[in-house]
């Protein structure tokens, strides 16, 4: 795919550029007549206020500014800019990652992945061996080697399916060896398919429970899970394998809702909501893959503001430590709007409709339709890179 930084409209392109440090301005200035001109006003100009990064809205790849400096002021009329990329307009993707700037899109049809630098244009196919295609539980994540700077992705699925049995295989894609290698993994626990991995300073980490195996007369018989562990764990990219299991500040059970996002790329934040639907959110102080501590950033009774659950498998957030306020995009109530639910310590609630919620149903072998709408999926704030992957 060829793809020029003419592709990215003028605003985003200077809110990217407004964070390029000064030591790669002759690096910006070199990439085209459009970003020469706006770095002479957008370059160096401070730490840019709003949050700018990609998202996945409708199954396509849209970049997403939003400034919230006026949020608490009264009449603020604060909304997200939400444009799709054009250059990326063809493509129909299932999942959306991010790490050290690079944008990692799995493609709907399972058969390859997409790594994309919006910094410099460049995009990269990733393919797969034929017998080897994602299966519908896969997890894929972003990360790199801090020896070498070497990006790599991780690709596993881990289940017990009634169907299949144990469906098992974790493998690994080196970017500068441009191949694929299994990994020897032996897990005492399971990440839920719909938990999305945050990249974090070359590494990811995932939700993760107990390992419960049950056998076949158990697996007919209703079980307790309340008192298995939850915890996260972290990929190392470097050393090619997980780490230790790391304490969570809350105790989880299963179908409530978990997220997991970045803050300012030194940081991981937690979002806990419980079936009361009571809400926390967590962000860590000092966090590496052996170890983790935590100090409490919100905390919102939600039941007199939305009065539901966020959804346990697509619920995405970030958070603004300056104005004090996470941003959590879901559905609204009715399922009829994709929906920025604006929360703050003191009770502060707004919700920003942003668009139409597109309904995915189709009629099943008799001919009922079930509503199933597609949930907008946010990645953590986005910084530019120089990293070469084509």
Request: charged share 25%.
């Amino acid at each position: 795919m060829t793809t020029t930084m003419s592709d990215l409209d003028e605003d985003m392109v200077a809110a990217i550029l407004s964070r390029v440090p000064i030591t790669s301005v002759k690096t910006v200035r070199s990439v085209c007549k459009q970003w020469n001109a706006l770095s002479k006003s957008c370059v160096c100009l401070g730490k840019e206020k709003q949050f700018l990064g990609f998202m996945m809205m409708d199954y396509r790849v849209c970049s997403l500014r939003f400034d919230l400096q006026g949020v608490r002021n009264e009449g603020d009329q604060s909304l997200p800019s939400i444009k799709q990329i054009s250059l990326l307009d063809q493509i129909v993707v299932s999942k959306l990652f991010q790490c050290d700037g690079l944008v990692l899109c799995v493609i709907k049809d399972e058969t390859r992945l997409l790594v994309w630098n919006p910094y410099l244009g460049q995009t990269r196919w990733i393919q797969f061996e034929p017998r080897h295609h994602l299966h519908r539980l896969d997890r894929c994540a972003l990360g790199y080697d801090k020896n070498r700077r070497n990006h790599k992705i991780l690709r596993f699925v881990d289940d017990y399916l009634h169907i299949e049995g144990h469906f098992f295989r974790y493998e690994i894609y080196d970017f500068s060896l441009d191949s694929w290698k299994v990994l020897d993994v032996t897990s005492d626990w399971d990440i839920a398919f719909y938990q999305r991995g945050v990249s974090l300073k070359g590494n990811t980490y995932f939700f993760a429970r107990e390992q419960l195996i049950l056998d076949e007369e158990e697996g007919n018989q209703e079980i307790d899970t309340s008192g298995l562990q939850d915890f996260i764990l972290c990929f190392d990219f470097t050393a090619e394998r997980f780490g230790p299991r790391l304490r969570l500040p809350f105790h989880s059970y299963t179908d409530e809702t978990l997220a997991l996002s970045c803050v300012k790329e030194e940081q991981l934040s937690v979002l806990y909501q419980c079936f009361d639907p009571f809400l926390e959110i967590w962000v860590s102080t000092n966090i590496d893959p052996n170890a983790v501590s935590w100090r409490n950033f919100l905390n919102v009774d939600l039941r007199p503001l939305t009065g539901f659950q966020f959804d346990c498998m697509a619920t995405s957030f970030f958070i603004d430590e300056e104005n004090k306020v996470a941003v959590v995009f879901e559905l609204d109530k009715t399922y009829r709007y994709q929906t920025a639910f604006i929360l703050g310590q003191d009770g502060y609630y707004k919700p920003v409709n942003f668009g139409d919620a597109l309904d995915l149903a189709k009629p099943d072998k008799v001919g009922h339709t079930f509503p199933r709408y597609c949930v907008p999926l946010v990645c953590s704030s986005y910084v530019p890179s120089l990293v070469q992957i084509d």
